[in-house]
């Protein structure tokens, strides 16, 4: 179980392994990035269009493992989802991954491959911070994302997050392997090889554009497959359709046990205001008050 952190000065290499993407639209990420010291490279069909996707399988895969093979590539960024991340699952050469030890943030449709790089090698990654709309300067977590990405801030605290709502439902404490992202992507990769096998795990989840009895729906199909028997821990970040947050709590509360510990309204979503979280660490979760740390 790895989690790769990145240091100033490092080569960080862009991909778009699902949508389209202008350059337009990544200026103020990349910039963000170099300001803070990093060096930033952009994949060969960064801007490329196939599709809705920004090349074809062969090409995004192609920037993906150029990057891996590149020595002086230390951290992979993808500017963002949109779809197509699933589509490279079953060709992706995942030795690479394991060998080359970069860190890979990413977010939304990312969140397929970030759980199967846990499945299949155990591999950590950083969930968040979406070039297009979050890495922003406006966004008030940039500087907690960036202390999160070179390892000198390994928790989250009620005093990072000064001014949100964060409400707790349930009370207590939990560790495990610390996964989530975005509950459709995660879904759509249940029932597959590529699904991880874990016994204990703190999960957190967020979704956009899906009302709530689809939600729903897909809470069920995470339980009748047993995941809620492995969760001992739940934060439950953002979840917004037609621009407006859903309280979900008291349609899923029937779900879960009684005695895990439940955070809702973390201020981790589809929105600019966002945070990032990683994903395949070892965690542990307190709610009184509240803390999330990792190894």
């Known amino acids: 179980m790895s989690l790769n952190y990145l240091k100033i000065g490092d080569n960080i290499g862009f991909i778009a392994p699902g949508g389209i993407i202008q350059k337009e639209e990544i200026e103020e990420s990349k910039s963000i990035f170099e300001n803070r010291g990093f060096k930033v490279n952009l994949s060969r069909h960064l801007f490329g269009a196939y599709r809705y996707f920004s090349g074809t399988i062969k090409e995004r895969l192609k920037d993906i493992h150029g990057f891996l093979l590149d020595p002086e590539i230390k951290g992979i960024y993808a500017v963002r989802g ?50 297009t709309t979050q890495l922003k300067n406006q966004n008030p977590y940039v500087d907690l994302f960036f202390r999160q990405i070179t390892g000198s801030q390994k928790n989250i605290t009620a ?12 009370k207590g404490k939990a560790e495990g392997v610390l996964m989530g992202g975005t509950l459709s992507m995660i879904t759509s990769i249940l029932g597959t090889p590529y699904f991880p096998e874990i016994d204990q795990m703190i999960l957190f989840l967020e979704d956009i554009n899906e009302p709530m009895y689809r939600i729903e729906r897909a809470m069920l199909q995470l339980n009748l497959a047993g995941i809620a028997d492995r969760v001992t821990g739940i934060i439950f970040g953002r979840f917004l359709n037609e621009n407006q947050n859903i309280d979900i709590w008291p349609a899923l509360e029937y779900l879960f046990p009684e005695d895990i510990p439940v955070v809702l309204n973390m201020p981790y979503g589809h929105y600019s205001e966002s945070c990032a979280l990683p994903i395949g660490v070892k965690a542990r979760l307190a709610t009184n008050p509240f803390n999330l740390s990792w190894d």
Not at 159 to 170: C, P, Q, T, V
């Open 159 to 170: 005093e990072d997050f000064a001014g949100e709502n964060i409400l707790i439902a349930r």
């Open 82 to 131: 949109g779809m197509g991340c699933i589509q490279l699952l079953p060709y992706m050469n995942y030795n690479l991954w394991k060998n080359s030890k970069k860190s890979l943030i990413g977010f939304s449709d990312v969140t397929a491959l970030q759980w199967v790089l846990w499945s299949k090698i155990l591999f950590g990654s950083f969930s968040g911070m979406v070039a």
